[in-house]
């Protein structure tokens, strides 16, 4: 959970243990949490295959069941081999179990068609979020205007802005575009280099793709720019690539940086340095409890790739199990394995059900008047624009309140829905929105949008 999300929530808790404890009547009977992109909590069920592996990993007797499919067990055999004393309760290499990383790495080369992956690049992290917070350590140094500048989208995920407070960073925004489907523009990425080049060393460049909270999937265009703007002003590039699985709308494909880069030529192949990361934890697979996850960093000067590795031995090793679900997801069954049909079925449904949500999301919420939401091409989640009368913003501040907390605070309170406000991910000045999760199963995801619209229009009436 990102700290805006976590800040938002804790608060929440207490209240609720407060009424619950006075008695307090509330106009609802559930509590419903689209905060956040927590797909099982929410319903989703599990990958089949994904589990039967970790399960035979887990008590690894299960191997001699007649219950469990053979290319199971194929892939558990060979992950445990990978550990010491063949169980999962060993630590591993700190880099990650070998076999796993060689799979990661054919995976990478399948997607991309055909580029080059080196296992040697290929780190398994505990979630996306570890290994993001590992490169930016080893990434952050020197003083005053000398300090490492982190160049990040607004709206951003807070993971970001929360590493880069943490190690004392430089927080440089760059504003997506909500007028054009929140697309990214290098001549706004141009505009907060220059500027930041007055205060400190901007270093880094942090892509979303696709996007959280914004759930847009940049265009081939958009990141043969950007990488050139990355490789003509030096900056490591950092591509959060979670989502990949998670595109829906027609005409949008996702594209990897690595296979743009590659394809972009040596210049910038041998020269741009990139890290990308993947998890479990969203795509159709939803295991966001195993934390498993990993990152390619490519170009990495040898002397600095070995301090990364020896920042990532403090650590020890990332949850094993957790390596083990990362290597179903860049390993899964193949056409003319026994559990492929079953593998398919369900990964096509969660894909497709979410689809169909973020289609309806949108649509709903753009019959709503004050409230304006662009497509949701990818991800999880909707960031609707919304209308907030100047007599609630006064309102607000007289609660030492942002404007969109208090309209996220009054839902709740009216509802029972649980979203977080825009300013917690960053917005332009004087807009206002909330992330909302698409995970609900789609009728209670009706039933959430049409509370959403009635107490959105009593809330321009109250205000007016």
Partial sequence: MCHSQHNFC??????????????IKKPFTEVIKANIGDAHAMGQRPITFLRQVVALCTYPNLLDSPSFPEDAKERARRILQGCGGNSLGSYTASQGINCIREDVASYIERRDGGVPADPDNIYLTTGASDGISAILKILVSGGGKSRTGVMIPIPQYPLYSAAISELDAIQVNYYLDE????????????RALNEAKAYCNPKVLCIINPGNPTGQVQ???????????????????????????????EGCQFHSFKKILYEMGPEYY??????SFHSTSKGYMGECGYRGGYMEVINLHPEIKGQLVKLLSVRLCPP????????????????????YAQFIKEKES????????AKLTEDMFNKIPGIHCNPLQGAMYAFPRIFIPSKAIEEAKAHKMAPD????????????????PGSGFGQREGTYHFRMTILPPVEKLKILLEKVKDFHIKFLEKYA
């Fill in 405 to 420: 907390m208090f309209y996220c605070m009054k839902l709740l309170e009216e509802t029972g829905i649980c979203v977080v």
């Fill in 179 to 190: 007028e054009n489907c929140w697309a990214l523009n290098v001549n706004e990425l141009r």
């Fill in 219 to 249: 265009n081939r265009k958009c990141i043969e720019d950007v990488i050139h703007f990355a490789w003509e002003e030096k900056l490591f590039l950092l591509a959060d690539e979670v989502y990949q699985d998670n595109v829906y709308s």
């Fill in 320 to 339: 094993v199990s957790g390596q083990a679900a990362m290597d179903i997801v860049v390993n899964p069954p193949v056409p003319g394995e026994e559990s």
């Fill in 350 to 357: 969660v894909l497709n059900n979410l689809a169909k949500k």
């Fill in 10 to 23: 804790k608060p929440i808790k207490i209240y609720w243990q407060y009424c619950i404890r006075n008695g």
């Fill in 270 to 275: 041998n020269n741009v340095e990139l890290a």
